[in-house]
């Protein structure tokens, strides 16, 4: 591999009253140093998981890596060795979708003489690998850019995101989103159709006489029957629309691109699949919801207009029996 290059001290630098003997050994001895010293910066980069590395661009457009630690092979599979000459075997590792990110990212740096810095992805043997660089440029006298950095591994940073991010917007039970997150998507909704007239519609399911199915057959049967209706209804949605659990035994789904009737269509659909479903763990229990639907309005001042409709109507099936779907109506 090729290290970082360290001057090594001219013969006649060394003191001219030493012996030929005693100068070799001396000279011997400054360049065992130095090798000390790039063994130690060696050992410490490869306890860091990424690569220290310089990148130079030369006038004409070439690049190459004059150094780099071996972290490379890990993040992008090519050894130091292999990109002394050539870096572009480097990009060919990194995502499709994220290529010209980075390319313009380097530009920029080369362009304004400011610090690079940038986050992507990097495909190696399949596996897709999180990336953070940061280097500072030097400018040379021909033109030539040399940039000094590192670029970290940050995998299991962004795992550890994403998981914090499905925790703060999914219901841990049913894997529903949660109250929070659909309120969310419900006023950016309502945001859109005052921008663009989009209709959409709201449904409010409520499943009958849950706490029968908890007093009888105990927490753990209902949490059970919680999750099966939720993967049930899930079935009868587009990518598009939004399911979440807002109450104990009470979900919303926002319907979008949907006028009054489609969305009281898929309300009954999924009225009747509940009907017809057999719990599992609980014998031949099976269980009933009441949906209250309602549609956006240009009358609407806030998103949450909208949630009070859909409730009245979810109350008035209450009250008219269960197990039914009711519009609301002015």
Known sequence: MIAPTMTDAPEDALDASLSPDDAIRALEATRAEQQATIDRLEKMASLIPGVIY??????????????????????????????????SIVFDVIHPDDRKMVSDSIELSRRTGYDWT?????????????????????????????????????????TLEAKLRNL???????????????????????????????????????????????????????????????????????????????????????????TTEQARALAERIRTAIEGLRFDGSGDLRGTITCGVATVDAA???????????????YQGKDQGRNRVVVYQA
């Open 54 to 87: 310089q990148f130079e661009m030369r006038p004409d457009g070439t690049i190459r890596f004059p150094y780099a630690s071996a972290g490379i092979e890990r993040i992008y599979d090519v050894t130091p060795d292999q990109v002394t000459q050539d870096a």
């Open 118 to 158: 940038c986050e992507y992805r990097v495909i190696n043997h399949g596996q897709v690998i999180w990336v953070f660089g940061q280097a500072r440029p030097e400018f040379e006298d021909d033109g030539t850019v040399l940039w000094h950095g590192a670029i970290l591994d940050v995998t299991a940073q962004k």
């Open 168 to 258: 703060a917007t999914t219901d841990e039970l049913t894997g529903a989103a949660n109250r929070r997150r659909f309120m969310e998507i419900l006023s950016s909704e309502f945001q859109r159709f005052q921008r663009q007239g989009t209709v959409y519609s709201l449904i409010l399911m409520d499943f009958d006489w849950f706490k029968t199915v908890n007093d009888r057959f105990g927490h753990s049967v209902g949490d059970r029957v919680l999750q099966q209706f939720s993967q049930r209804v899930q079935t009868e949605l587009r990518s598009t629309d939004t399911f979440a659990r807002i109450g104990g035994e009470e979900f919303a789904l926002l319907v979008t691109s949907s």
């Open 300 to 314: 609407d001042t806030d998103a949450g207009d909208l949630v009070v409709r859909a409730d009245r109507a979810l």
